[in-house]
């Protein structure tokens, strides 16, 4: 996990998971958990030159050396002037709190399993099509959820454990609604979201492609030991 600070640089978020905000965001505390992207525009100031400017992480208290930026000693070049790119529309999706879920997804764990803990969504581990004698010829071993192609739909993450879950969902992109019951006003689409511990995270989201996708969390040994589940795109 990552909170990126790009040492007082002009810098903008300019697209999430790949996909561009509606307008360019200050990075300062955005968490950036495993399958998280961000594209950044950022500019050298005159004054940096034949400096060295560090990119430091801040997620936790004990900072954390990224990368670092050395800034030549030329002369200055004219920045190049162009508009922002940005999304067409991110739409709001506000006063979502009393629409129940279409689907919750409690995330917990368990001992037991091939590496003596189980991770878990809604009390069930996934077994994995690897897994030859568990696996079942419709879900292969995972549990299977529907949802309609083409319509809003809200999806709630309730954490249960004490550990980070970056939850990150194949095919489709979504918006966090709220967290913990407070609203988020986010101008931009993802498809991973860190749920913290104990936190519970609700976001909105319209599938546009038919097929049956992937939900997990994306710290990958957690997928492997049982977090993860199906989601199947179809018109009703």
């Known amino acids: 996990m990552f909170a990126p600070d790009f040492s007082g640089l002009d810098a903008r978020v300019i697209a999430v998971d790949g996909l561009y905000t509606a307008k360019p965001l ?88 091939e590496f003596g803990i189980e991770w878990t969504l809604n009390g069930a581990a996934a ?39 970056p939850i990150h969902l194949h095919g489709m992109f979504f918006k966090v609604l709220s967290r913990n019951g407070r609203p988020a006003d986010e101008p931009y689409f993802r498809d991973t979201v860190l749920v913290h511990a104990r936190e519970t995270v609700d976001v909105g989201l319209v599938p546009l492609d038919e097929g049956r996708w992937m939900l997990h969390c994306h710290i990958l040994e957690h997928a492997e030991a049982g977090m993860m589940s199906l989601l199947d795109v179809k018109s009703m």
């Open 127 to 165: 077994r994995h099509a690897h897994d030859t004698e568990a696996s079942s010829a419709d879900g292969d071993g995972h549990e299977v959820s529907v949802l309609p192609r083409r319509e809003w739909s809200k999806l709630r993450f309730v954490n249960e454990s004490g550990r980070l879950h």
């Open 26 to 113: 200050d990075p300062a505390g955005f968490e950036l958990a495993p399958g998280n992207r961000i594209d950044l525009d950022i500019t050298i100031p005159p004054s940096a030159a034949g400096r060295q400017l560090s990119v430091v992480d801040r997620f936790t208290r004990r900072p954390n050396a990224l990368a670092s930026i050395d800034v030549s000693q030329g002369p200055a070049v004219q920045s190049p002037s162009f508009p922002s790119p940005a999304a067409a529309h991110v739409p709001p999706w506000r006063d979502t709190e009393a629409i129940a879920p279409r689907l919750e997804y409690r995330l917990a764990a368990r001992r037991g399993g």
